[in-house]
């Protein structure tokens, strides 16, 4: 019977995170002020703990994990690198598949990576009160669950529309003690702002961001966490590469091409730039992020300065961007719905070091079904994009002869998106592709950085 699974001992959980910026041929853009000026690590003081800021300008290319935060991750880690003879025969193709199922973490995807380091930091400096933002809901679980360990108070802006489609995800921070408030909400500025303009605004996570971030820059015992985007988020979720690339040594095999889904980064970060690291000493491995058509700042955004956030709270950061007050539309892959990249991910994207690729929404449940089907597991709808464009490359495979190995990140499980999935059945959902015109719009109101 072929190898299926390959599990590592306890004992190889990572001890230090990767820092992909020792290895790129080029310095990451300065973060900006508003007077267009590079910011020092003192302006991110007011939200984050010291430790979290010196990880995010670090230009060290390994970061020590504290032991508590390994003692931790050692309830699901290491995760599972599966290799997917079912779905190869389901497809009939050459190509080896493989994926990393990070949905056994028990906040349900590879968000708690980050989470628990973020609360552990924070614990570090006694902070009692975290605010955040949340999408699909598995960044907002996963803090709450890390504050529940650390004996921090978190309060999570969940972007509406998911706060309404996703109810069960809600549950779960409720469950592991945080408070849940629907973005826009009547709690911030920026939230009353927003609802005075459009009583029915869906939400979205530029607009959860401003929310949370305003609500923690006005309070001294409270700082913010973010789920990705920045440096120090897919620094913490670089374990997921680390522990595959050994994996790939008991397979035997290495991966010539790596899918992962890529709203904000953390993600696609988390997998491939361990790899990138490879790539940088002679390897010619593919690392593909992979995004939702109605959602496309990598394919269709400007490379630019733009806020993070809706409202202009944050720093400028130069990344892919539809604009910081870019609307998008309520699909079902709701941790895919941010305006902008990382600018790791997209300093990266531009140099042509990495790739990009959108997918339609239909596409993607299509997908999803077909791997749950062959392989057992129920994705996340983030995670279907991954799925997609694997499955479309190894159906190339199929035409071509060729047996390529192939590797994605099964970053979460879709449990709770069951919803979405009927919708999918019953041919309620539709493809939506973000029409050029409000893009075009949306990029004229960038904001303009002094030369």
């Not at 497809?91 to 628990?116: D, F």
Request: with cysteine; net charge negative.
């Amino acid at each position: 019977m072929p190898q299926t699974k390959f599990w590592l001992p306890e004992s190889d959980i990572p001890t230090h995170w990767y820092n992909v910026v020792a290895d790129m041929p080029n310095a990451p853009a300065p973060v900006l002020g508003p007077d267009g000026q590079p910011i020092g690590p003192d302006a991110l003081s007011a939200i984050f703990p010291n430790a979290v800021i010196e990880q995010e300008v670090s230009r060290e290319r390994w970061i020590p994990i504290p032991e508590p935060v390994r003692e931790i991750y050692q309830m699901w880690r290491p995760t599972c690198l599966v290799r997917a003879h079912r779905l190869e025969a389901a497809l009939g193709t050459p190509a080896h598949i493989y994926y990393k199922y990070e949905g056994a973490s028990p906040a349900g995807s590879h968000k708690l990576n980050s989470a628990i380091a973020q609360a552990y930091y924070n614990k570090q400096e006694g902070v009692t009160r975290m605010t955040t933002e949340t999408g699909a809901g598995q960044w907002g679980s996963s803090l709450a669950l890390a504050g529940q360990m650390f004996g921090i108070d978190v309060r999570i802006y969940m972007v509406k529309v998911s706060y309404q489609q996703k109810p069960f995800r809600r549950s779960m921070m409720q469950t592991w003690g945080a408070t849940v408030l629907a973005s826009p909400s009547m709690e911030t500025a920026s939230g009353r702002d927003a609802l005075a303009k459009d009583p029915n605004n869906p939400g979205s996570l530029g607009l959860a961001i401003a929310e949370a971030v305003e609500e923690a820059a006005s309070r001294a015992d409270t700082n913010y966490g973010l789920g990705s985007v920045l440096n120090h988020v897919l620094l913490h979720q670089t374990v997921i590469g680390l522990e595959a690339k050994k994996q790939f040594e008991m397979a035997g095999e290495y991966p010539d091409m790596i899918f992962a889904p890529c709203g904000g980064g953390s993600n696609f970060g988390g997998v491939a730039f361990p790899f990138l690291a490879d790539k940088a000493a002679g390897s010619d491995v593919r690392l593909v992020a992979v995004e939702p058509a109605s959602c496309p700042s990598l394919t269709r955004g400007h490379y630019a300065y733009d806020f993070g956030d809706t409202v202009g709270l944050t720093p400028l950061m130069k990344q892919y961007t539809l604009g910081h007050d870019f609307m998008p539309p309520s699909i079902h892959a709701g941790g895919l719905r941010y305006h902008g990249a990382s600018t790791l991910v997209s300093q990266l994207y531009h140099e042509k070091l990495i790739e990009a690729v959108a997918v339609p929404q239909l596409a993607t449940f299509e997908a999803g079904v077909t791997f749950a089907r062959a392989e057992g597991i129920i994705p996340a709808p983030e995670s279907c994009h991954g799925i997609r464009a694997c499955i479309d490359e190894a159906l190339r495979c199929k035409q071509s002869g060729e047996a390529k190995v192939l590797f994605f990140n099964l970053s979460g499980h879709g449990h709770f998106d069951m919803a979405s999935y009927d919708k999918y059945f019953s041919g309620e959902l539709e493809d939506y592709a973000y029409p050029e015109e409000a893009i075009v719009a949306a990029l004229a109101r960038l904001p303009k950085v002094p030369a």
